[in-house]
Structure formats: structure tokens, C-alpha cells
């Protein structure tokens, strides 16, 4: 396999356990130490000379805004929007995936999803109308969930966190790196340490969800100082696990692309001014979107989307059968 290869499964062709036995390449610790090394001088320089504040909190959507339009991570942080129906229904799912994980049986997944959040102290503060607009699509998506996830077979044979929170500090936690992936998996033998990290997604694959993996593999890097072996998504609408295997140059590129959101973090901050850029991906959701004079008509009605390629290079056949030696 190409150290640098992404790869593909389909969720209906191989089963998790199968998924899991694929290999990284090997990235040598001395690879490890070096790209730790330059995030953390890359940090310290930016917080050093140009940041006056106390303390800057970097997440993946700060992360993804701010790499598309300042303006919109500005706006989006001074909005008190309620979160849309679909932003409801992932977060329930979300929910549902961490209690059928750890063995839970629902019988309502809406009303069982949001007692455990508020449970947690992030309950969500919904109308009836949008829990009873949401259902269908929760049940819908639990479903797949309990097909998809063998929750008493995965825990006999791995061990998991769910919701793991993973808070880097840095610059005497000046600066926090904070994310929470939906699950990371590892083998029971202790003296295996590779890792799979998964995030549950309601909708189809977008650009941000591979970014997303790619920051979770650069940030559990920094944590553990050993690169996870395989990052990836499941997507519920259409039943697919798509999985990447982190090569160096991945981790090394993830590092540039977070140093460099990190670095507009803190220009906002000093200059207190944020540039507006159109995002197509960005702009339909913004909250000024009625206002900015960047957005298009296009933009605001969503019709301006253009299909993103994932880009996942090799075909899964030639990798999972080398690899694992499976009958196609
Ligand atoms: S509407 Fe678009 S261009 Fe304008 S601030 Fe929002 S995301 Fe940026």
C-alpha cells in the first residue's frame, strides 16, 4: 500500500472487525517526535510574538470557519440562532450512538438521546414540534445504527471510548486544542497501542468531515504520541464507513492547515477586524447572509453547492484484499 493511501469501505462489503485489522504504514517515532516538535514551535512563535490575550480555544469548526471565511467565525460566535432540525437530529444521534454503544437498549431514541444529554448538562432546550419533526429521522437513523454497530461484540473484542474528549495544552494552556470524536477503539491487548478513531454522521459525506478526521489523527498524535491507525466516518443516511489511513505527509499537512487557522485566530484578535470571504459551503448557514455583500442569491438558497470529491484514491478491493486477505 502507498504510505500515503487513503482508503474506502463500504460498510455492506466488510464488517467492522475486518475494517480493523488493516494496518498503518508505519511512521517511525523519530517522524512522530519531529512533527510534535513543529506543532508546538509553531504554536509558541504565533502565541508569543502576536497574541496578547489569555487564552485562545481552537476547535474543528473554529478551525473549519476560519480557513473559509474570518468573517463568518466572528458572526457564528456572536449568534444565539437556535440549532436547525438537522443540527438536532445529529446531535440525538450522536447521543444514540454513545448509549447503544455501551450497551444500551432504547426504546424511544428522541426522548431516551435527550434525557441522557441533559443528564450530562448539554441538553438541548427544544420545541415539541421540532422533537416530533425530528423523530422519524432519529428512529430512521438508530436503526441503521444497531444493524451497523454490533455493540456486544465490538466490546468483547475491543476496548472503547466514547465521546472520548481529547483537551491539548500549550503555551501554559494559553492555547487549548479541544475535540471530541465519537468513538476511539483499540485492541484488549495491552501491548497493542494502535487506535481507531470514528465519528457517527447523520448526513451524507461532506469536505468537512474528512477535515475533521484528519485534525482527530493530528490531535491524537500530539495526545499519545503515536498516529492513530485508521481515522474515518460512518454515515448513517447510506449505511457507509469510509476510513483513512494516516500516512506522515497527511499528519504533516494536518499541521500546517491547523497552524494556519491557528494564525488567523489570533490576526482576529489583534486586529479586531475579520475579512469576509464567499464559501459555498459557509454562506448558506451564515448567520449575515440577508446582509453580506459577498453572498449570492445562489449562495443563500444553497444552489450554489458544487460536489466536493472526497478523493479517497485506492480502490478498497486491491487494499482490504491485500491487506487482509479477504474473498471479494
Ligand atoms: S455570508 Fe458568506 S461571505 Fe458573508 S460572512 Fe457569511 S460566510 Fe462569509
Known sequence: MNANSQITIDANRLSLDQALQIRAPEVSQVEVLDLIKHFNEGVADLLLTDYDQRELRVTKDKIRRVLRCERNLVESQASKDKPTPAMVAGTLLDACFTLHAS???LEDPTKDALLFLSTLGDGL???????DLVRPKVEEGYAKLVAFWDADT???????????RIALSFCNTRLQLIGRPDVVLSGLDPNHEDVV??????????IFDVEDA???????TLRSHRPPSLIGNYYLAIDRLELIVPSLQLLGDETSRTLGAIAKMV???????????????LCQYCPIN???????????????STVVSIGFEDPIESVIGMQVGLDD
Open 197 to 206: 478513531i470514528i465519528d457517527v454522521k447523520s448526513g451524507t459525506p461532506k
Open 154 to 164: 465490538i466490546r468483547d473484542k475491543f476496548s472503547l471510548r466514547l465521546q472520548d
Open 290 to 304: 440577508l446582509t453580506c455583500a459577498e453572498v449570492t442569491e445562489d449562495d443563500r438558497l444553497g444552489w450554489a
Open 103 to 105: 450497551g444500551g437498549v
Open 214 to 220: 484528519r485534525l482527530y489523527a493530528l490531535m491524537e
Open 267 to 281: 490576526e482576529i484578535a489583534n486586529t479586531k477586524s475579520a475579512t469576509a470571504t464567499r464559501s459555498v459551503e
Open 125 to 131: 432546550d427544544i420545541d415539541p414540534d421540532v422533537e
